[in-house]
């Protein structure tokens, strides 16, 4: 069955990875005038979807696969972008190793030739090693394929246990605790989300799903899984305690597709390599979105995942590949919803030495403002969007908040907005 949208396909642009990141490059190459062709290339039989939603209203049945779609099918063809879906791009060659003209293969055998590439190619879950970790009902979560079985074993379990307590993992603990089931996180490290976020505010998220109902086990050791009746039955933790469960959702993180762009020298295990402009360093060859590591100016070699930033690089690359001026740099932001709990996230916190609460945890409502020798660099807020907004709008602006201010109440964060 041929899933091409439109016909114009040929030497033009070629975005390999049909993603968040994929549409916006060839959305943004359209704005900037750009007329040759764009074939957009997806192994997934999906045209370009959200994901976030997978692990929140749409894991609740609160959305359909239809409203998940970034673009309907009329917007490919009126904008002339060719998406090519349910085909892998198996290898790509270049005619000249410094330029990016070259032809890619999919599995299929289908050639596409192009004048400029962009990988956007995004991850896959990274897998648990574990003894019967093959067993059915252990599930990973990326796609809407992903997310659909997982409904529906989640509609009939009784005992859900999630591995890893990052940002998806504690998502779907808190849409499957909604639905009525006993959920357990196992978390490995001492605290939740701690690659990302400050302890003050692990210890708050930890105490708010067990508020909700969510068993959540820290430093626990998963050493394999039990199965029965051919399929899993339970998590065993190395200290012998076993955790029932009929389902388990394993989130322990993400290993970017590197396999295409390695053999032209652009890319290493952790990510494909581009400057802060999503640039690789052959010309006509870009990448963006969560496969991409980038040089960032403060943070140093940096790869993120999320949609703010898929979007920025994307953007970014199509005005390289056009060979436009690049725009300023966004701040990278972040959101993540966790029952009633809204989690967002601007600037990057790393180095960070001293954090200030703003508000109260009590009440579900405060800020986590963090701070490397007394200059603001990141803000996380929960259930507090006008903090959130004043904070970033101030990084945005490389403002500060003095750091003697950040915790009083009776002085508003947009007073520190003009400074
Ligand atoms: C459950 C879940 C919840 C999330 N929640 C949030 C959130 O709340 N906020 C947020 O900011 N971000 C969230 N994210 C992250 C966000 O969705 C990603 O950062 C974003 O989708 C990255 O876009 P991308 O285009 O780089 O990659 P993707 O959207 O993964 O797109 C890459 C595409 O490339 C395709 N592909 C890969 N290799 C090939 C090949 N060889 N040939 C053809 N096609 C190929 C893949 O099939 C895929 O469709 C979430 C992610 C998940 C999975």
């Known amino acids: 069955m041929d899933h091409t949208t439109t016909t114009r396909t040929g030497a033009g642009t070629l975005i390999i990875g049909a993603g968040q990141a994929g549409l916006q490059l060839a959305t943004s190459l359209r704005e900037l005038g750009y007329t040759a062709p764009i074939t957009v290339v997806g192994g997934e039989e999906h045209?370009?979807?959200?994901?976030?939603?997978?692990?929140?209203?749409?894991?609740?049945?609160?959305?359909?696969?239809?409203?998940?779609?970034?673009?309907?099918?009329?917007?490919?063809?009126?904008?002339?972008?060719?998406?090519?879906?349910?085909?892998?791009?198996?290898?790509?060659?270049?005619?000249?190793?410094?330029?990016?003209?070259?032809?890619?293969?999919?599995r299929s055998g289908r050639v596409f030739p192009f004048e400029q590439v962009a990988f956007t190619v995004g991850g896959t879950p990274r897998r648990m090693q574990t003894p019967g970790t093959d067993l059915p009902g252990i599930h990973y979560l990326r796609t809407i394929d992903d997310a659909s079985a997982l409904r529906g074993e989640l509609d009939v379990a009784a005992h859900v246990a999630v591995v890893g307590g990052g940002f998806v993992g504690l998502e779907i603990a808190a849409s499957a605790t909604a639905k009525g089931k006993q959920v357990t996180v196992l978390e490995a490290q001492d605290r939740l989300m701690a690659r990302v976020v400050a302890p003050a505010m692990s210890r708050f998220y930890a105490d708010a799903h067990t508020r909700r109902g969510t068993s959540i086990v820290l430093n626990a050791a998963v050493s394999g899984f039990r199965g029965e009746d051919g399929r899993v039955s339970g998590v065993e933790l190395a200290d012998g305690r076993i955790v029932a469960a009929d389902v388990v959702v394993v989130g322990i993180g993400l290993i970017p597709h590197t396999e295409l762009a390695a053999p032209l020298g652009?890319?290493?295990?952790?990510?494909?390599?581009?400057?802060?402009?999503?640039?690789?360093?052959?010309?006509?060859?870009?990448?963006?979105?969560?496969?991409?590591?980038?040089?960032?100016?403060?943070?140093?070699?940096?790869?993120?995942?999320?949609v703010p930033n898929a979007i920025a690089q994307a953007k970014a690359a199509a005005s390289a590949l056009l060979k436009r001026e690049p725009g300023t740099l966004a701040v990278p932001w972040f959101w993540s919803d966790q029952a009633d709990?809204?989690?967002?996230?601007?600037?990057?916190?790393?180095?960070?030495?001293?954090?200030?609460?703003?508000?109260?945890?009590?009440?579900?409502?405060?800020?986590?403002?963090?701070?490397?020798?007394?200059?603001?660099?990141?803000?996380?807020?929960?259930?507090?969007?006008?903090d959130y907004m004043t904070v970033r709008r101030i990084l945005e602006k490389g403002g500060n908040v003095p750091f003697g201010a950040a915790g009083d109440l009776s002085v508003p964060l947009k007073h520190h907005l003009a400074r």
């Open 47 to 106: 045209t370009p979807y959200q994901r976030p939603p997978l692990s929140k209203i749409f894991l609740s049945g609160l959305a359909t696969a239809e409203d998940l779609l970034l673009r309907d099918a009329g917007f490919y063809i009126d904008n002339d972008i060719a998406i090519v879906s349910s085909e892998w791009i198996a290898s790509v060659s270049l005619d000249d190793p410094a330029d990016g003209r070259g032809e890619a293969v999919t």
């Open 266 to 306: 652009i890319a290493t295990e952790r990510g494909i390599e581009v400057d802060s402009h999503g640039q690789t360093r052959i010309p006509g060859v870009v990448a963006a979105g969560d496969c991409a590591i980038s040089e960032h100016p403060v943070h140093g070699t940096i790869r993120l995942e999320s």
């Open 341 to 386: 709990l809204k989690l967002q996230m601007a600037g990057l916190s790393m180095g960070y030495d001293e954090v200030v609460l703003r508000g109260e945890p009590d009440g579900e409502e405060f800020s986590a403002l963090y701070y490397r020798e007394r200059q603001l660099v990141s803000v996380e807020s929960v259930n507090a969007p006008r």
